[in-house]
């Protein structure tokens, strides 16, 4: 379950997506909750969606629910650092740096 990175971010890591995780701040950019900012609370694969703080729904009994976003709905503006997520940003900014390399050589041979 990954969603995007914010612009940013993508710049400093030079790469355009990563899984989303608990405790990673995310910007809702679809739907109803369009520009709320919170912290992820849970991520439920079973149901392929993230909870964020902050946003939840009333039930008519006066309880609150959280709302189950998509995590495609959804851009990181800040990711929770650990070892585990730095091996994976330098694995995947090393793969697209190789990519940018390659179309800028221009080092494409014409087949006759």
């Given at each position: 379950?990954?969603?995007?990175?914010?612009?940013?971010?993508?710049?400093?890591?030079?790469?355009?997506?990563?899984?989303?995780?608990?405790?990673?701040?995310?910007?809702?950019?679809?739907?109803?909750?369009?520009?709320?900012?919170?912290?992820?609370?849970?991520?439920?694969?079973?149901?392929w969606v993230i909870?964020?703080?902050?946003?939840?729904?009333?039930?008519?009994?006066?309880?609150?629910?959280?709302?189950?976003?998509?995590?495609?709905?959804?851009?990181?503006?800040?990711?929770?650092?650990?070892?585990?997520?730095?091996?994976?940003?330098?694995?995947?900014g090393s793969k697209?740096?190789?990519?940018?390399?390659?179309?800028?050589?221009?080092?494409v041979e014409m087949?006759?």
């Amino acid at each position: 379950m990954s969603s995007p990175l914010s612009k940013d971010l993508r710049s400093k890591h030079t790469t355009r997506s990563m899984p989303i995780r608990k405790d990673d701040e995310v910007l809702i950019v679809r739907g109803k909750y369009k520009g709320r900012e919170g912290k992820v609370t849970q991520v439920y694969r079973k149901k392929w969606v993230i909870h964020v703080e902050r946003v939840h729904v009333e039930k008519s009994n006066a309880a609150t629910v959280p709302v189950g976003i998509h995590p495609s709905n959804v851009v990181i503006t800040n990711l929770k650092l650990d070892n585990d997520r730095r091996a994976i940003l330098e694995r995947k900014g090393s793969k697209e740096s190789a990519k940018t390399e390659k179309k800028e050589s221009g080092d494409v041979e014409m087949v006759e």
